[in-house]
T-cell receptor, first 115, second 114 residues
Framework: NAGVMQNPRHLVRRRGQEARLRCSPM?????VYWYRQLPEEGLKFMVY????????ESGMPKERFSAEFPKEGPSILRIQQVVRGDSAAYFCASSPPNRGTNGYTFGSGTRLTVV | AQSVTQPDIHITVSEGASLELRCNYS??????LFWYVQSPGQGLQLLLK??????LVQGIKGFEAEFKRSQSSFNLRKPSVHWSDAAEYFCAVAFSSNTGKLIFGQGTTLQVKP
């Protein structure tokens, strides 16, 4: 049973480009969470999604950031017109239905560098 | 506001020595409490968690943590540190088991001296 898969592991983008980060949850997990880890900081919650629904996006920046979790395929975190301040590690976690934080499994993260 | 504080940013201990990493939270009720470990360039691995019951929780890799309601603390301990324990440690809390949102502390970087 594969764990939470994130790709790419490393992503380099120039300022103004778009970044797409993918997260495939564990088999049987229908809930996905995205977190951002800025240098020298802890993880900050961004968004919580279920299939085709955004449940809580209270941590998402108001502009340029969006997330989706379609019926088929991985969850996507999309950052438009990236800026240097977006450089961070982005982690995805997944859980089974009704387990929430009790059933979290984290992926290995995508490290985004904006040059 | 709900928050988690890890007062120590860096800790250095000698191999074989005991370890205690501190974690305090701010919340009116008892949250769900977690400790995670992150090795360089890696994701987060769950060490242990507390939801209810016995306030002394055993985890993986020989770690344990004690929940103290009166001090709003959930400190992580290990009696004898190994060089492979060098990593970053995060305390996290959830204020509901089903909201899905974890609030993390700033992390404590552990260095182990030979």
């Amino acid at each position: 049973n594969a764990g939470v898969m994130q790709n790419p592991r490393h992503l380099v983008r120039r300022r103004g480009q778009e970044a797409r980060l993918r997260c495939s949850p564990m088999k049987g997990h229908s809930h996905v969470y995205w977190y951002r880890q800025l240098p020298e900081e802890g993880l900050k919650f961004m968004v919580y999604l279920q299939k085709e629904n955004i449940i809580d996006e209270s941590g998402m920046p108001k502009e340029r950031f969006s997330a989706e979790f379609p019926k088929e395929g991985p969850s996507i975190l999309r950052i438009q017109q990236v800026v240097r301040g977006d450089s961070a590690a982005y982690f995805c976690a997944s859980s089974p239905p009704n387990r929430g934080t009790n059933g979290y499994t984290f992926g290995s993260g995508t490290r985004l560098t904006v040059v | 506001a709900q928050s988690v504080t890890q007062p120590d940013i860096h800790i250095t201990v000698s191999e074989g020595a005991s370890l205690e990493l501190r974690c305090n939270y701010s919340y009116g009720a008892t949250p769900y409490l977690f400790w995670y470990v992150q090795s360089p360039g890696q994701g987060l691995q769950l060490l242990l968690k507390y939801f209810s019951g016995d306030t002394l929780v055993q985890g993986i890799k020989g770690f344990e943590a004690e929940f103290k309601r009166s001090q709003s603390s959930f400190n992580l301990r290990k009696p004898s540190v190994h060089w492979s324990d060098a990593a970053e440690y995060f305390c996290a809390v959830a204020f509901s088991s089903n909201t899905g949102k974890l609030i993390f502390g700033q992390g404590t970087t552990l260095q182990v001296k030979p």
